[in-house]
């Protein structure tokens, strides 16, 4: 079948509402991994696909919506803790990613259209946030944390390394092999260079921040998913 047709077919389905519930119900039968919970959480994945997915959870009141017209292709979700969120919007893409939550009160929020094309890992702890915005493209082999997960104190043994949220904005294209560490923020329409370790703010668009520690290398720039 011709990519043409496919994107029609697709259209069809995506449009339909009931009809989009019924294929993803029979799909998700046949593809889904194997899924470990409690009555006490909320797991919600009508319309979406998930194929060779695995979702486990220890805790209550956790809840995960994958939305519709949404792919998870091999990935993994755990949930260790209580009152976590984790909510993928429509017509997102996810291939090979690992949805890491620890401790109590911790959200991952994926926006609609956004696409990951490998191997990443993306983990909250210690009630942090991670928003991811809306028509971003990820590569692969990437890493999101917001948090150390052990504790670095000083000579008087108080704590100086507390978690941080993680946000990145709408339009953002991030290269391979990319860490992502707490309290980062990016700012929307802008790129990450292959192999950049990300470790604090930058908050003004259309950049382009590349290097370890990634720093801004161009300003005033934009990016099209498609080669013109």
């Known amino acids: 079948m011709s990519k043409n047709k496919i994107k029609i077919l697709k259209h069809l389905i995506y449009s339909n509402p009931i009809l989009l519930k019924i294929i993803s119900y029979f799909y998700n039968f046949r593809n889904l991994y194997k899924i470990n919970c409690s009555k006490s959480n909320s797991l919600s994945y009508s319309g979406a ?3 060779r997915t695995s979702v486990r959870i220890k805790g209550r009141q956790n809840s995960i919506l994958i939305s519709k017209a949404t792919v998870l292709n091999n990935c993994r979700i755990y949930i260790s803790g209580n009152f976590n969120i984790l ?3 429509e017509n997102c893409n996810l291939k090979d990613v690992e ?3 620890e401790d109590n009160n911790n959200c991952i929020y ?3 259209n956004t696409t990951i094309g490998g191997k990443t890992h993306i983990a909250c702890i210690e009630g942090t946030i991670i928003r991811i915005g809306k028509d971003c493209m990820f590569s692969k082999d990437i890493v999101f944390r ?3 997960s052990h504790s670095i104190i000083d000579e008087n043994g108080k704590r100086t390394n507390p978690s941080k949220d993680i946000t990145i904005g709408n339009h953002v294209w991030i290269g391979n092999e990319v860490i992502v560490t707490k309290g980062t923020i990016v700012g929307d329409n802008s790129i990450i260079g292959t192999g950049s370790i990300v470790t604090k703010a930058f908050k003004n668009p259309h950049l382009i921040i ?3 520690p990634a720093k801004i290398v161009k300003e005033n720039i934009n990016w099209l998913r498609d080669r013109i």
């Open 99 to 101: 949805l890491h939550f």
């Open 110 to 112: 994926i926006g609609n």
């Open 146 to 148: 917001t948090g150390d």
């Open 87 to 89: 909510n993928i919007s």
């Open 49 to 51: 696909f998930l194929k």
């Open 210 to 212: 590349a290097g370890s």
